[in-house]
């Protein structure tokens, strides 16, 4: 769903915490996350095993885990700040 928001096409663990991530557009990069892991909805999520569930939910673009966790973008239309592979 390419729209207002920029669509997260793949989601993988780099390590706890670090995600790599694919957009719709082809853009790669990762991503660290776990400081953005706020509230009970995280609990299980910010321990290795939970994050390491990651998926992305192909309705919404948004990376996402069991239990209801979710990071979407922003809704205004801006991706994460990502640090290109291999820098």
């Given at each position: 769903m390419i729209g207002l928001t920029p669509d997260i096409a793949e989601a993988r663990v780099v390590s706890h915490g670090v995600l790599a991530l694919t957009f719709?557009?082809?853009?790669?990069?990762?991503?660290?996350?776990?400081e953005r892991m706020r509230g009970p909805v995280f609990d299980r999520v910010r321990?290795?095993?939970?994050?390491?569930?990651?998926?992305?939910d192909g309705?919404?673009?948004?990376v996402t885990w069991p239990g209801g966790a979710d990071l979407a973008p922003d809704g205004k239309g801006r991706r994460p700040r990502l640090r290109r592979r291999g820098r």
């Amino acid at each position: 769903m390419i729209g207002l928001t920029p669509d997260i096409a793949e989601a993988r663990v780099v390590s706890h915490g670090v995600l790599a991530l694919t957009f719709a557009d082809g853009l790669e990069g990762e991503v660290v996350v776990l400081e953005r892991m706020r509230g009970p909805v995280f609990d299980r999520v910010r321990t290795p095993e939970g994050f390491a569930k990651v998926r992305v939910d192909g309705d919404t673009g948004a990376v996402t885990w069991p239990g209801g966790a979710d990071l979407a973008p922003d809704g205004k239309g801006r991706r994460p700040r990502l640090r290109r592979r291999g820098r």
